[in-house]
């Protein structure tokens, strides 16, 4: 593009942003801006016959390939992805055209090399200069020749540059001046709006004030650069209907600034484009403008206590529902991030809760920290050789089984059935019957699919299953491959006999399962010690479930959990009876405290076993073996007297310690290992049998573990819960207070009292423009005559109805009225007296004071009644409760509606509460009282029909009022 082109397109483009010759002041200060400049500096003036102006930042400059790529270009941008930025379009720096300038110059300093460029009027001569800035910045120098004087320039910039640039911020502080001076004298203004009272507020992002003036105004900036100036908010939302405001003396309008930071703004700078932003914005600004308008209230009179208490009370409400809504919001939050963060326990599913240790009325047992495998996983075989419940100091070595499944979270195998209680070793395996085949079984719900790794012997292998679930004959194989076969023992295990060989995978679903004949019930010939007789006995009463809940419940805190040496070595002791040694004890292991468990719950003559086998979460199995307690009810049902996970020991390095020998693999809880398994192969001794999951279940560090999960994990789970609560409420309270006002009003009451009536005047003028300020027209405001102020809205009801009256002189009538509570405005008051001057339909009781009925003692007036009751006697029968009366008072009107049915007046007052005044003295009522007297049937119809053209009031029953006339003046002669 040659550079005539490019000139005439630039200077087309800065066109866009009005005809304001100035306007390129802006530009230049949002680009200062932007470039995170704290002041700016302007010095202009006239030397040899040139106006010469030069704009200074402290930005953070650029340097020359930087201002090739995009200041000297037009429509390219570096801030298209700066949310903070006022400026993206790649224009503004050309607005300087607008100038009209002879020479251009430019300088910069930043991180790299300074640089300065001359620039001719013609933009066809590009010299480089030395950059003269000893900081960090930018500069732009223009010179022209004098416009005429040249007096003047110095100031014109500083108006412009006031106008456009006085509330000016900086980037990345929204609410920080940006300082601006043109020869030493700062622009910068405070925000507030001009007016009689005025009133400032500000929130992170956006600032305003909203004033009372003599004209209406409204002013938007965005980033504390000028966009448009309007007359009302509507403007700036570009409604259909925007008011029109004809201003007329005497009233006050909103004044009001606005300054954004989240503005959109179309390309010419010229008017926002509609946005949430604005349209928060401007809903504030008339927040804050009702605000202004209570402030203001409450300078011109000073509320009653009980008033304070009831804005109080309001603003509570408003701020109680907005505190509610961030609870509320909160608690969707704090959910969330505790499933996320510490894990928020989720409840098991129907089935799920049978076969978890504490499903029913006891707590779940936790399995872990844990989802992910173990590193050393270990074939399943059967647990033979279970000799009783002691307590085992646990092998920190001790690896998992190699099951996965596909199902709940968390899930318990049960792999050895415990019944039978021996007098010494606590339960044992009992004695079962021959085995018989396994019965069909369809997975209908909660169906759990299992993967598991077995190393196949002699004798049958007995298939972990959940508790309470029962296998899918049809679904078992093994290497993939069906096996059939399948049988069940006395203990409801299911058996499954499978080839000699090497180890492999045994596939199989299971599916939750009710049971069907009950088992019968033996109490073991065991006396009981008295705590647990008590036990017993106070769980009675109570459904079997409850009363499995409520026993495992008292094992938990009658047992202390602990696995130490030195409870290991005490179990070890040579004791006969095995519930004397656990009682002397008063501690154990699961196996232990569910033995106990089991125990109680068969003296209660409630079905119960004891369970061995394998924890399981996440969809593996955990390190170390597990015994919980089964109960029968419709079913079997699995609860947990531990009352803590056993917690998975961590897996040492393969050359940590030597492996366990088979012979004492088999001294421990098992009593026996299962087949060994081949390590690989090494030049190390030769491989013996892994060691296999033990019953034993923690390690003095266990303990300490186990403490810190019961003792802790909840309350800090609570606690992170009600802290994230407790953040959301404050922070919409927070919010709640985010505008911070400070009001402003000049003078003091009697100011602001005339103040609020000149503001009521222009609501009254134009309703439009106050129609969304609540606060214009539900604040009472008016003066009464002995009672409380009158909304403006109350006022308006009440002159729509015909019923607002008021009162100037404070006559006898008013003074009646208002001590009845009859609301009388007070006309009196100077302050108010325009705003009741331009309300309309207002009667002035004052007037209808003089207009009284006559006295009795007056003997023309006494005539004038006798005359007039014929009148009387007709309005009684067609218009109850109005009557013509004779009247003082009533100067050249010769009649008056009185309509007093809106006003409380004594009994005995001298003012009916509806009738039609009549001057008796006035000449045409005279001569219709003469034809009266002379002509009663003729005189009446001339005076009804008279009567009737001027009355309103009769207005009702004109009709039939005139049919009745004239049948008093014809019907007779018929």
């Not at 068969?602 to 369970?611: C, F, H, L, T, Y």
């Amino acid at each position: 593009m040659a550079r005539t082109d490019f000139k005439a397109r630039a200077v087309q483009e800065s066109l866009r942003y009005g005809q304001d010759p100035w306007v390129f002041l802006r530009e230049l200060a949002q680009n200062a801006r932007d470039a995170k400049a704290g002041q700016i500096s302007v010095l202009a003036g006239v030397e040899a016959g040139e106006e010469w102006l030069s704009f200074e930042d402290d930005g953070h400059g650029m340097d020359f390939a930087h201002a090739r790529a995009y200041l000297f270009r037009l429509y390219a941008s570096s801030k298209e992805n700066e949310p903070d930025a006022a400026g993206c379009f790649g224009v503004g720096f050309w607005s300087v055209l607008r100038f009209n300038p002879t020479l251009i110059e430019v300088e910069s300093r930043s991180r790299g090399a300074p640089w300065g460029v001359r620039l001719s009027a013609s933009l066809d001569h590009v010299e480089v200069i030395p950059c003269r800035m000893k900081t960090v910045g930018t500069r732009v120098t223009l010179r022209r020749p004098v416009a005429g004087d040249g007096k003047r320039f110095a100031a014109d910039v500083g108006l412009a540059l006031r106008r456009h640039c006085r509330y000016l911020r900086r980037a990345g502080r929204p609410l920080e001046p940006l300082w601006v001076r043109v020869n030493g004298k700062c622009v910068n203004e405070e925000l507030v709006a001009p007016g009689v009272a005025s009133l400032s507020f500000r929130t992170r992002d956006a600032e305003g004030a909203v004033g009372l003036a003599e004209l209406p105004k409204v002013e938007l900036y965005a980033s504390g650069l000028l966009v448009m100036t309007a007359t009302v908010l509507e403007e700036l939302e570009a409604s259909p209907s925007v008011p029109v405001y004809q201003r007329l003396a005497g009233g006050l309008a909103p004044a009001i600034i606005l300054n954004s930071n989240r503005l959109d703004l179309v390309m010419s700078r010229s008017r926002p484009v509609a946005s949430q932003a604005l349209r928060r914005l401007t809903r504030v600004a008339r927040s804050q403008l009702a605000r202004l308008v209570g402030e203001l209230s409450r300078a011109a009179r000073p509320e009653t206590p009980w008033e304070t208490v009831k804005r109080f009370s309001a603003a509570f409400r408003a701020a109680a529902l907005r505190v509610a809504a961030g609870v509320a919001a909160g608690l969707a939050v704090a959910m969330a991030v505790a499933v996320v963060v510490v894990g928020y326990p989720r409840p098991p599913s129907p089935a799920a809760a049978d076969a978890l240790p504490g499903g029913g009325d006891s707590s779940p047992v936790d399995f872990g920290g844990g989802s992910a495998p173990v590193s050393e996983l270990l074939p399943y075989t059967n647990l033979n050789g279970y000799e009783g419940a002691t307590v085992e100091v646990p092998d920190p070595r001790v690896g998992a089984w190699d099951l996965t499944y596909d199902g709940p979270k968390e899930i318990l195998f049960a792999a050895l059935v415990l019944s039978r209680y021996d007098r010494v070793h606590g339960f044992v395996r009992g004695v079962s019957g021959p085995a018989r085949a396994y019965p069909a079984h369809r997975c209908d719900r909660h169906c759990v699919r299992v993967w598991l790794t077995v190393v196949p012997g002699a004798e049958p292998l007995v298939v972990p299953v959940p508790t309470g679930h029962r296998l899918v004959r049809a679904s078992v194989r093994f290497d993939g491959k069906m096996v059939d076969g399948l049988q069940i023992n006395d203990f409801d295990e299911p058996l499954v006999q499978l080839p000699k060989g090497d180890a492999g995978v045994l596939e199989y679903v299971t599916g939750a399962f009710v049971a069907g004949p009950e088992p019968r019930v033996v109490p073991p010939a065991v006396q009981l010690p008295e705590d647990l007789r008590r036990a017993v006995a106070e769980s009675a009463g109570s459904s079997r479930r409850q009363r499995a809940g409520r026993l495992t419940r008292f094992v938990r805190r009658f047992l202390t959990y602990d696995v130490s040496p030195q409870m290991a070595a005490r179990y070890a002791t040579d004791n006969a009876d095995w519930l004397s040694r656990v009682s002397e004890a008063g501690a154990g292991d699961c196996d232990v405290k569910n033995g106990v468990n089991v125990l109680l719950l068969q003296s209660a003559g409630i079905p119960a076993r004891m369970v061995l086998g394998i924890a399981a979460k996440d969809g593996h199995a955990r390190p170390q073996l597990h015994a919980w307690t089964e109960y029968y009810d419709a079913g079997w049902h699995a609860v947990d007297a531990t009352g803590a996970p056993p917690p998975a020991a961590p897996l040492p390095p393969a050359t940590a310690a030597p492996p366990l020998s088979s012979q004492s693999a088999a001294q421990g809880d098992l009593r026996a290992a299962s087949a060994a398994v081949p390590a690989p192969a090494a030049p190390a001794p030769p491989p013996e049998a892994p060691p296999q999951p033990t019953p034993a279940v923690a390690s003095p560090a266990a303990v300490l573990a186990l403490e810190a999960e019961t003792g802790k994990a909840w309350p800090l789970r609570l606690g992170v819960f009600c802290g994230l609560v407790a953040v959301a409420a404050l922070f919409s309270w927070w919010r709640r207070g985010a505008w911070r006002g400070r009001f402003v009003a000049r003078g003091g009451q009697t100011e602001a009292e005339s103040a609020l009536a000149r503001l009521l005047k222009d609501a009254v003028l134009h309703p439009e423009v106050w129609s969304k300020i609540a606060d214009v027209w539900q604040r009472p405001a008016l003066p009464t005559l002995l009672g409380p102020p009158m909304s403006l809205a109350d006022t308006m009801a009440r002159a729509a109805a015909a019923t607002l009256y008021l009162s100037r002189r404070h006559s006898e009538l008013a003074l009646l009225a208002a001590r009845r509570k009859t609301p009388v405005l007070d006309a009196a008051h100077v302050a108010f007296k325009e705003v009741m001057d331009v309300l309309g339909r207002a009667i002035d009781l004052d007037g209808i004071d003089r207009v009284r009925p006559a006295a009795r003692t007056a003997a023309d007036a006494e005539r004038a009644d006798l005359a007039l009751a014929p009148v009387n006697a007709l309005l009684r029968d067609v218009v109850p409760g109005v009557r013509c009366l004779a009247c003082a008072g009533l100067e050249t009107v010769a009649t008056l509606d009185v309509d007093l049915s809106g006003v409380r007046l004594p009994a005995g007052a001298p003012w009916p509460k509806r009738y039609v005044a009549v001057h008796w003295r006035h000449p045409e009522v005279q001569d219709r009282l003469a034809l009266l007297a002379s002509d009663p049937a003729r005189g009446l119809f001339v005076f009804l029909d008279w009567l009737l053209d001027r009355s309103p009031l009769l207005a009702v029953g004109a009709e039939r009022l005139r049919a009745r006339a004239a049948w008093t003046v014809f019907g007779g002669g018929r």
